[in-house]
């Protein structure tokens, strides 16, 4: 390796090793990448000092279980946002997932046919998103402001507002059945994770999507397909909506047609404080998925120390700046 | 005709009102440097892209080893042994050196859907190269946006130099560059010749074409108004030519 070295590094050891280390922490990928497990460290401590009962195992199991839905959308909206794009229907993604699951469900399909309908639907989503967005090159922040609305409506006009009850107990044994603990959802949340891993780190495709999301003018002088490939990112983020609705379905035991914003607020959050850049082109999946547990623990912590719920929102409001500034901060 | 490689003949390009392409023609001989020199407007970005396949000619022939050739796509232009090395380099800045050095050609493993990156043997093979090549970079694991202007360029053409099969266009492939990194970019391009390849060089330096290439065409207003072996052609008159204040020599 022609790798070039000045006198200085090789003469003096000390000097050599203070300067990695000085390069080291000047890294913004160091720094980005540290945000959401350093911010979950600190945030547990906290907790548990105010309240010892956060971190029993109990109570931690509970939280990591409520963070499912989180980490499946986070992890969609990660693959948006490392094409430099955003998902705005995500939420409403989940709702219409959840409407078409429950009408499957009173149409009499099996069960494991209505969770395919509602994977179906968000794939349907952000196909119809990705199309857009890809071929009549509208910014993806209008595209997806509109199918919100799109999307939204159409769950409320299928269901007629109503939800369907949904009496499986297969449904629910996701949702309650745990391995030592932890419930079968978050591992499931967690195999998802370990399966975008590697089609994000380990796949042509993965490489593709990270170069349109850096430079798209780029990526098509070397010949990728840019179009196909933010269709490609919008169905897998799409079909993480659906994921999200069989997860809410079998949760809450019912189909959900009102499209809860919070969920879309805090996917958004938990990619940024996974480290993952809104300009495109860098991404990790561990980062979102920290982030989206971060989020939970957050949530669940100040409700256990006596915060009244109205400030939550504002609280992750608030670190969710925090953290964006963090990032240009160390450009 | 064997040492011709490379055939433009009469191309014809139209955007809009706005006539980029006059009915250009220039030939690129095998193993040498063939540089095209000509103010801004002069259409040399407009004929190079037309060869790269990024933008089809309205009329015209291209040759490339005696058959001819109708690139639709940068994907044929490379189909047929030809990298391009644009002025704006086409690097993803964020992605490390080695998967700039194998975007859209990554070597995988695996049957069907089931194709996964052979991560380690790029990551090798990208050094080897770097290395063989005696580009002076950091570890081929370092994201593009942190090398220098230099380093950047010298990462674009190995990249050419590693896919190409006969042809390699350069963009302005100093612009941007101080005169040190200029020199260690000349350097690898006449490596680069010297191993047989032929490059193709759009140039606004005039010094550098004098010292790199045997053969500059001179383009004017959408043509290529003259071509000369470069040895026979002094600095002055090359820029006499580009601007048009003398007609030939």
């Known amino acids: 390796m022609s790798t070039q070295t000045s006198p200085v590094d090789t003469t003096n050891p000390i000097t050599a090793s203070t300067r990695t280390l000085r390069r080291r922490l000047a890294n913004e990928d160091l720094w980005t990448r540290a945000t959401a497990p350093v911010a979950l460290v600190l945030l547990t401590v906290t907790f548990t000092i105010v309240n010892p009962k956060f971190l029993t195992w109990p109570s931690l199991t509970s939280m990591l279980a409520d963070s499912t839905i989180p980490i499946v959308l986070a992890l969609g909206a990660t693959f948006a946002v490392t094409l430099a794009g955003i998902d705005l229907s995500l939420a409403s993604t989940v709702a219409l997932g959840s409407v078409t699951m429950g009408l499957a469900y009173q149409a009499g399909l099996p069960l494991w046919l209505c969770c395919l309908v509602a994977m179906a639907t968000g794939l349907s989503v952000g196909a119809l998103n990705g199309v857009i967005i890809g071929w009549v090159r509208i910014p993806d922040f209008i595209v997806t402001l509109g199918s919100m609305s799109l999307v939204m409506g159409l769950s409320l006009i299928f269901s007629q507002g109503k939800p369907v009850q949904i009496p499986e107990r297969a449904l629910t044994f996701v949702s309650i059945t745990s391995v030592g603990g932890i419930r079968f959802n978050f591992l499931i949340a967690l195999a998802i994770g370990v399966l975008l891993h590697i089609v994000l780190f380990h796949t042509r495709f993965g490489t593709h999507l990270l170069a349109v999301g850096d430079n798209p003018d780029a990526a098509r002088a070397m010949g990728l397909k840019v179009a196909r490939v933010k269709l490609a990112g919008y169905v897998i983020c799409g079909l993480m909506g659906g994921v999200g609705a069989v997860l809410l379905t079998s949760y809450i035991g019912s189909s959900q047609p009102a499209t809860n914003t919070d969920y879309l607020l805090k996917a958004i959050a938990a990619v940024v404080l996974g480290g993952v850049s809104l300009f495109g082109g860098r991404a990790t999946i561990i980062g979102p998925i920290l982030g989206a547990i971060l989020l939970t623990f957050l949530q669940s912590g100040l409700t256990l120390v006596g915060v009244s719920a109205f400030y939550s929102p504002l609280v992750i409001g608030i670190v969710v700046i925090a953290a964006a500034m963090l990032m240009r901060g160390r450009k | ?249």
């Open chain 2, 1 to 249: 005709m064997n040492d011709i490689k490379v055939e433009l003949r009469d191309i014809r390009k139209t955007f809009g009102s706005v006539e980029a392409l006059k009915g250009a023609s220039l030939t690129a001989r095998r193993g040498e440097v063939t540089a095209i020199v000509g103010d801004n407007g002069a259409g040399k970005s407009t004929l190079v892209k037309c060869l790269t396949g990024l933008i089809t000619p309205d009329s015209g022939t291209i040759t490339i080893d005696g058959k001819d050739v109708r690139f639709s796509s940068p994907k044929h232009a490379r189909a047929a042994g030809i990298e391009t090395v644009y002025q704006d380099l086409a690097l993803s800045d964020q992605l490390s050196i080695w998967q700039n050095l194998y975007m859209d050609r990554e070597l995988t493993a695996g049957i069907g859907p089931l194709r996964f990156l052979r991560r380690g043997e790029m990551k090798r093979e990208a050094h080897r190269l770097v290395a063989d090549l005696a580009v002076n970079v950091p570890s081929v694991t370092r994201p593009v946006k942190r090398l220098s202007g230099g380093q950047r360029q010298a990462v674009a053409i190995a990249r050419g130099v590693m896919w190409a099969r006969g042809l390699i266009i350069l963009d302005e492939p100093t612009a941007a560059l101080g005169l040190r990194e200029t020199a260690q970019v000349e350097g690898l391009i006449r490596r680069v010749v010297d191993a047989g390849e032929t490059v193709l060089v759009v140039s606004h330096n005039f010094e550098q074409v004098k010292r790199l290439s045997s053969q500059v065409w001179v383009m004017r207003a959408g043509n290529v108004v003259q071509g000369v072996r470069t040895e026979d052609v002094s600095g002055e008159e090359l820029v006499g030519l580009v601007t048009g204040a003398i007609t030939a020599v």
